[in-house]
C-alpha cells in the first residue's frame, strides 16, 4: 500500500513524463501535486554554500492547505543533509531565511511586495499565479491537458544567485532566458 506522499510523488514523475497516474490512486489536487513539485523542485536547486543554515525553508505565501500537504510530504525528509521545514508566511519581511517562496493565487496582491524582498538574494521564487514570470519569478505553474507542468525564467534565477539542474530544465514546458551555453548545472 502506498502512502499519500508516495502516491503524491509517483503523480508528479507520471505527470512530468507524461504518463497517466495508476488507475488506483486517489484524483490528487492541483494543490496536492503542486506541494510535490515544491519538494521536488528543492532537490534540483544549487544555493551558495555561504548560507549555512541547518534546514531547507519552504515558505508559502497563500492557502493554509499548502503548508498542511506540503509539511506532510516533506515530514523526516533531508536534502543536501538539511532538514526540510515548512512555513507561512504573511509579509515580505517574514521571507528571511526563505530557501524556496511559493506565492500562491490567494497571495497575488502581495506577489509584487514578495518578489522584491527576494530580489537579489539566494530564493528560488514559484507561483501559480498567471504572468508570474513577467514579474520577475522563477517557476510558473500552468495546467496544460489537466496536468500541472510548469515554466522556467532563469534570468531571475542567475540574478538571485541559485542555479537549476538541466534535469529539472528537461521536464519544463518552457524555458526562457538561456545562455548559449546552456542555463543549468
Not at 25 to 36: G, N, Y
Not at 71 to 96: C, H, M, N, Y
Request: charged content about 20%.
Amino acid at each position: 500500500m502506498f502512502s499519500v506522499t508516495q502516491l503524491i510523488l509517483l503523480f508528479v514523475i507520471g505527470a512530468s513524463l507524461s504518463h497517466p497516474a495508476p488507475a488506483q490512486a486517489p484524483k490528487l489536487s492541483q494543490e496536492d501535486v503542486q506541494a510535490a513539485y515544491l519538494y521536488n523542485f528543492a532537490k534540483f536547486v544549487r544555493w551558495p554554500a555561504a548560507n549555512g543554515r541547518p534546514t531547507l525553508d519552504i515558505c508559502i505565501a497563500g492557502r493554509e492547505l499548502y503548508v498542511d500537504t506540503l509539511t506532510k510530504i516533506v515530514a523526516g525528509e533531508r536534502i543536501d543533509s538539511r532538514p526540510l521545514a515548512v512555513r507561512p508566511i504573511q509579509r515580505p519581511e517574514d521571507e528571511t531565511n526563505c530557501d524556496i517562496l511559493f506565492i500562491g493565487a490567494f497571495a497575488k496582491e502581495r506577489m509584487d511586495s514578495l518578489l522584491a524582498a527576494s530580489a537579489g538574494r539566494p530564493v528560488l521564487t514559484v507561483s501559480d499565479i498567471p504572468g508570474f514570470l513577467d514579474h520577475g519569478g522563477m517557476i510558473q505553474f500552468v495546467v496544460q491537458d489537466s496536468r500541472v507542468r510548469f515554466l522556467v525564467d532563469l534570468r531571475p534565477v542567475a540574478r538571485n544567485g541559485v542555479s537549476l539542474s538541466s534535469e529539472l530544465l528537461k521536464v519544463a514546458v518552457a524555458v526562457s532566458g538561456r545562455s548559449s551555453g546552456g542555463g543549468g548545472q
